[in-house]
């Protein structure tokens, strides 16, 4: 699907195998994306702190400053959407991406067709995927927070810093606040894709966003697993 020349969304491609890298940067660029380049993880670093970036492709391999580096560094003050390359079969890179802050992580090989669709996925989510209609422009539970506009959240005044993901994820369990909402729901509505028991996506953005309002005082339970049903803000 080519992306519309007004709107075309810049990409910073962090890969050290240089005919990948080019071969994606290609691939990219003739669907209408924007494309940056890094081979080393302390030049993406740079790039993506220096500019505006829509997504950063991060491979985990990365010379002088790995992938998980990076992001960590990354999101002590930037959210940009990031989506990481691990190797094939390692469970272990996949949550450790997402406990570092990764919004969607995909195993090498990769099929660039499924690749290109979860990218224009995570595009729509983190670029104006929360413009419903029906929904308010902002919401308040309590000394909790919420600006969809904006995408900030404060409680009792303090920010919580959240990546677009977890932002849209704390949004609807806030607005359907007591009510649990299913796993599959879940996938379907923020992450855009079917559910599947072995993917722990879901829940590690969840235990990222529990642990940050815990950091700025709210109670830890207010963001609840209902056992057989899923997660529900109370």
Request: glycine share 6%; hydrophobic share 40%; proline share 5%.
């Amino acid at each position: 699907m080519a992306v519309s020349a007004n709107n075309n969304p810049k990409i910073l491609i962090a890969e050290d195998d240089p005919s990948l890298r080019e071969q994606l940067a290609r691939q990219l660029t003739s669907q209408g994306y924007r494309v940056l380049q890094s081979h080393q993880g302390d030049q993406a670093l740079v790039a993506a702190l220096g500019q505006r970036l829509d997504m950063i492709l991060l491979d985990v391999l990365l010379p002088t400053m790995n992938g998980f580096e990076v992001l960590q560094r990354l999101r002590k003050t930037c959210q940009t959407p990031v989506m990481m390359l691990t190797n094939d079969g390692s469970e272990d890179e996949r949550i450790l991406g997402y406990q570092q802050g990764a919004d969607d992580c995909v195993p090498k090989p990769f099929s660039y067709t499924e690749l290109f669709l979860r990218i224009e996925a995570l595009l729509r989510r983190t670029r104006g995927a929360l413009d419903h209609r029906s929904e308010p422009s902002s919401l308040s539970v309590g000394e909790l927070q919420l600006d969809r506009q904006t995408m900030q959240v404060f409680y009792k005044e303090r920010p919580l810093t959240l990546t677009p993901i977890q932002f849209r994820l704390l949004w609807i369990l806030v607005l359907h606040q007591r009510e649990p909402l299913s796993k599959p729901y879940l996938y379907r509505v923020v992450l855009e894709k079917e559910f599947s028991r072995y993917d722990r996506s879901l829940d590690m953005h969840l235990s990222r966003i529990r642990r940050k309002l815990v950091e700025v005082g709210m109670a830890g339970d207010r963001l609840q697993t209902v056992h057989g049903k899923g997660y529900c803000f109370w």
